[in-house]
């Protein structure tokens, strides 16, 4: 049984440019979080989908950021006109189950590097 | 003031030591805490969950104290293979997990 996967896992993007990030949540799994790690500090949430819906994104940036959870498919963060200060790890994590939100397993991040 | 606060480290011991985390918490409508491991930066894996009445899995032993707020991790016979950063995490709201800031073991031979 396939982890969460997530790609690319290294991504690095000018200034303005456009990045997304991809996530395939485990199988069976349909609930998907977002997390971010700055460098040198702890994980933050992000935002919480589920198939078609976004549930929670109050930790999503009011501007420039975006996600997504299709029917068919990976759940995208996309983020527009990158900064230098969107450098960071953006980990996701899948859940199998509405009553099981908090049984969260990570995939291997995707660094993204702004220059 | 953090969700989540933790000892700050870098904790450095010596194999076979006893170390101690602490993390308090300030939401008291809390219903879950765990305590995940994170190595060099990569993606953080469940270490335990924490219950009221403590439990124990190995050399690893972990209690919450509600009235207080407070959880903690205990690890005896420390190993080298357990160097890694130890986070605190609590979920009150839905799937939002709140991660503590780390706290950083390095155990040395």
């Known amino acids: 049984n396939a982890g969460v996967m997530q790609n690319p896992r290294h991504l690095v993007r000018r200034r303005g440019q456009e990045a997304r990030l991809r996530c395939s949540p485990m199988?069976?799994?349909?609930?998907v979080y977002w997390y971010r790690q700055l460098p040198e500090e702890g994980l933050k949430f992000m935002v919480y989908?589920?198939?078609?819906?976004?549930?929670?994104e109050s930790g999503m940036p009011k501007e420039r950021f975006s996600a997504e959870f299709p029917k068919e498919g990976p759940s995208i963060l996309r983020i527009q006109q990158v900064v230098r200060g969107d450098s960071a790890a953006y980990f996701c994590?899948?859940?199998?189950?509405?009553?099981?939100?908090?049984?969260?397993?990570f995939g291997p991040g995707t660094r993204l590097t702004v220059t | 003031r953090k969700e989540v606060e933790q000892d700050p480290g870098p904790f450095n011991v010596p194999e076979g030591a006893t170390v101690a985390f602490n993390c308090t918490y300030s939401?008291?409508?809390?219903?879950?805490f765990f305590w995940y491991r994170q190595d060099c930066r990569k993606e953080p894996k469940l270490l335990m969950s924490?219950?009221?009445s403590g439990n124990e899995d190995g050399r690893f032993t972990a209690q919450l104290n509600r009235a207080s707020q407070y959880i903690s991790l205990l690890i005896r016979d420390s190993k080298l293979s357990d160097s890694a950063t130890y986070l605190c995490?609590?979920?009150?709201?839905?799937?939002?997990?709140?991660f503590g800031q780390g706290t950083e073991l390095s155990v040395k031979p």
């Open positions: 924490v219950y009221s």
């Open positions: 199988k069976g799994h349909s609930h």
């Open positions: 994590a899948s859940s199998p189950s509405a009553t099981k939100t908090y049984e969260q397993y």
């Open positions: 995490v609590v979920n009150y709201q839905g799937g939002k997990l709140i």
């Open positions: 939401n008291s409508a809390s219903q879950s």
């Open positions: 989908l589920q198939k078609e819906n976004i549930i929670d």
